[in-house]
């Protein structure tokens, strides 16, 4: 008899302890709508891992990319320059402002923007940078400073994947303009659905707080500041429930533990995987300084047809792996929002070679073994030239 082991899924969301009462205290409430008690905490405890910045909890990461599209007055005849290889909320917050894209190859070495395509890709027209911290690797932000310096470009900082990531220059997400968080599920962090805007230049402060709440100023009229309130400017519903804030306020009250957790499981595969990732011709996830998130461990394979063969190989390991984004530049919505710089060669060749393993909170040591050994049973088809 073969028993056929249980399938060790690429992502699970992790249950904090205290959702439940969470919740069920907030369903027990007369306030389930935004902007409560768990919003307030949540809000205090994203403060203190960025420390700092105006905070806004959002219904997505998505919607919080919007935000600061609409913060910056996007319109038709601005550009927004963005690496292809980023995920496609962060172009289609663009897009939906009338503004083109102009889209910039990455660094190999990190998944995140290179600085210097970057610079190039800078025209009159160009109204802001929109760089992403790819698995919380983060991105050369002085390079980008100096692009950015004496002019009226805003840089923009998707850190969905990289809360809490400290660098020389500051917390992530803390030091463009304005930063993006997601709590999507699949997220270190999450709410189900949720995201937040951090806002790092306090003269888009009064803004964001009116367009999260459909374009009112409900905020000041709660504090007591105006004595009705009305639409005064541009809004839409950002605000998320008090539902999925108690449900990341819970993440967040253990958000040293889930990091601690991840970390651990990140090391097992750098350290486990290296002899025979050389052997093989296997490139690993090495961050420069070693920092990042531990939102994710990627290998990047000698071949593109090597990514499909040891997915489908671990997949018969009842593992799933996955490979990441597909250069948005030569999608069919890249094409009409934007444009490339030039060919893109690193996005494509990333994008084609690149594996990521399982990487969630309550992977046990077992698991972490399965997939260090099926990965390891993994061999070429080809001589690697
Ligand atoms: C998840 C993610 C987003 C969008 O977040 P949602 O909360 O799912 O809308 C944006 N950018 C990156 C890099 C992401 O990984």
Redesign the pocket.
Known sequence: MFLQAETIPFSRPFLAPGSLERLGSVLSSDHAHGDGPFTRAATEKLKVILGGGGVFLTT??????EMASRLLDLAPGDEVVLPSF??S??ATAVAMTGARIVFVDIDPATGNIDPEQAAEAVTARTRAISV?H?GGTPVDMAAIATITAGRDIAVIE?N??GLGVRTELGVLGRIGDLG?Q???D??NVHSG???ALVINDDRYLQRAEIMREKGTNRAQFLRGMVDKYSWVDWGSSYLPSELNAAVLDAQLAVFDEIQFARHAIWNRYAAELAEWAAHVGIRLMNPPGGTHAAHLFYLLMPGADDQTDLIASLRTHGIVATFHYVPLDTSIAGRRYGRALRTLEQSERFSRRLVRLPLWVGMTEAQVDRVIKAVREWRPKREVS
Request: hydrophobic residues 35%.
């Open positions: 997505s990461g998505t919607h919080a990319l980023t995920f909320s962060a992403m790819y998707d969905a994947h993006v997601s709590f999507h699949t997220k659905e949720g995201g």
